[in-house]
């Protein structure tokens, strides 16, 4: 709860001494231009001075001083709001950059925290299960139960340590190719099949067309649609159905999760798809995630020349909409 508030406190700071330094910055400029303008009029006034009054090119003189002077003076004018406006162009470009640097470490922080719970949870589940399992004379119904439980969770953690290590990988452009031909009606019968295991009390829809083939990563593809799944299971009620759509229309194949939560607001719609972002504020956020599914999503369908799109339900909730290009 207290962390937000530093980084609040740390923006302030940030942003007092950088307004402080871009007025000193702007009044140097001021007083720069205003210096030179002085000097200007003074290099002027002594060259009049020099002016007989008998002179016969009086006149001639006077112009050309006065050419010179206002010369001067547009050069000093055109100079200084370059300079200005170049100034301010990398001033904006700092100060944007310095608080996307700030939201991205809070975003960080957040994410090893997030990291560390999601990681707490299976392990001492599992360590729990175990456990009982070696004290414990339990009958054969009981230990399959526990050893079931403890499978769950071990699904989960082979899950969150996909995404991570895919992430970094995908980040650092390590991720070996290996595209082949797949069905894809099949991995997402098999998602869905395997999403009603972990969650049971979901009730859930799949409308999804037979021997739709894609050249793609098999695993890419499946940590695609579980999370797609597992988004829309984390922002619904659990009474509510999760439906899943693929078709194929006019040479695109349509993959689509639509949930009956929330939804998105329209200001965040932009932002999901970025690295460790999560909806909502940290102080109030109810729901569990690392900030990483959505944003393996959009890295996976970029992986694949496709397009991941968000929109608004009907009713309430969300539908995300992948593209794929199989013409």
């Not at 020349?305 to 969300?318: D, M, P, R, V």
Request: aromatic content about 10%; overall charge positive.
């Amino acid at each position: 709860m207290k962390r937000p508030l530093i980084n609040i406190n740390k923006l302030k700071l940030v942003s007092f001494i950088y307004w402080i330094f871009l007025t000193y910055m702007i009044a140097a400029f001021v007083w720069w231009y205003v210096s030179l303008q002085k000097q200007n009029n003074l290099i002027a006034d002594i060259k009049f001075q020099t002016i007989q009054l008998s002179d016969p090119a009086l006149k001639e003189k006077t112009n050309t001083i006065q050419d010179f002077q206002l010369r001067k003076t547009k050069q000093f004018i055109g100079e200084g709001l370059t300079f200005l406006f170049l100034f301010l162009l990398g001033a904006i470009y700092v100060y944007r950059s310095l608080l996307k640097q700030l939201r991205y470490s809070n975003q960080q922080q957040n994410f090893m925290m997030a990291v560390t719970h999601e990681l707490k949870t299976p392990i001492s589940i599992s360590h729990l299960n175990i456990e009982t399992l070696l004290k414990r004379d339990l009958d054969l119904a009981q230990q399959n139960k526990l050893l079931e439980a403890t499978l769950k969770e071990t699904k989960r953690l082979d899950a969150l340590s996909n995404n991570i290590l895919l992430a970094s990988q995908l980040d650092m452009g390590l991720y070996e190719t290996n595209k082949q031909e797949i069905n894809l009606s099949i991995l997402v019968k098999d998602a869905m099949a395997s999403f009603q295991e972990r969650f049971p009390l979901r009730l859930c829809n799949i409308i999804v067309e037979d021997e739709i083939i894609i050249q793609g990563e098999t695993l890419l593809l499946q940590i695609l649609v579980n999370n797609l799944l597992d988004n829309a299971h984390k922002y619904s009620p659990v009474n509510m159905p999760i439906t899943i759509h693929l078709h194929n229309r006019n040479h695109k194949i349509i993959l689509a999760v639509e949930d009956k939560g929330k939804g998105i607001p329209m200001n965040e719609r932009d932002k999901i798809f970025e690295k460790f972002y999560r909806v909502g504020d940290e102080s109030t956020r109810s729901a569990k995630g690392t900030g990483l599914g959505l944003y393996l999503c959009k890295k996976i369908t970029t992986f694949h020349n496709a397009i991941i799109q968000i929109q608004s339900n009907q009713t309430e909730g969300s539908i995300f909409t992948v593209t794929f290009n199989n013409s």
